[in-house]
């Protein structure tokens, strides 16, 4: 059983940085893919950034530019660096992993970016 846990969340200005990790309790080299979602009071949960196996990164219009996603297979982390942030950032993020039929999700992180 695969686990994943997020951290690095928090409360931050408009314009701010943070950054997210995601640790798996196995190889994140095994994933198909990995990615990054969030969810927004009273919204959906959306897909914000994807690392595929092959290293191929996919970012959401809204967030182009402004995240990037990666990972370091030997501490089995992923990452979710953000930069400009800006209040509708402001969501539970979600880590999710991907084998052929099978995902995985941690529990969430809240960013807040409020002055």
């Known amino acids: 059983q695969v686990q994943l846990v997020e951290s690095g969340g928090g409360l931050v200005q408009p314009g701010g940085s943070l950054r997210l990790s995601c640790s798996a309790s196995g190889s994140i080299s095994s994933f198909d893919a990995m990615a990054w979602y969030r969810q927004a009071p009273g919204k959906q949960r959306e897909v914000i950034a994807i690392?595929?196996?092959?290293?191929?990164?996919i970012y959401e219009d809204s967030v182009k530019g402004r995240i990037t996603i990666s990972r370091d297979n030997a501490k089995n982390t992923l990452y979710l660096q953000m930069n400009s942030l800006k209040p509708q950032d402001t969501a539970v993020y979600y880590c999710?992993?991907?084998?052929?039929?099978?995902?995985?999700w941690g529990q969430g992180t809240q960013v807040t970016v409020s002055s």
């Open positions: 999710n992993a991907a084998q052929p039929g099978r995902s995985w």
């Open positions: 690392l595929t196996g092959g290293g191929r990164t």
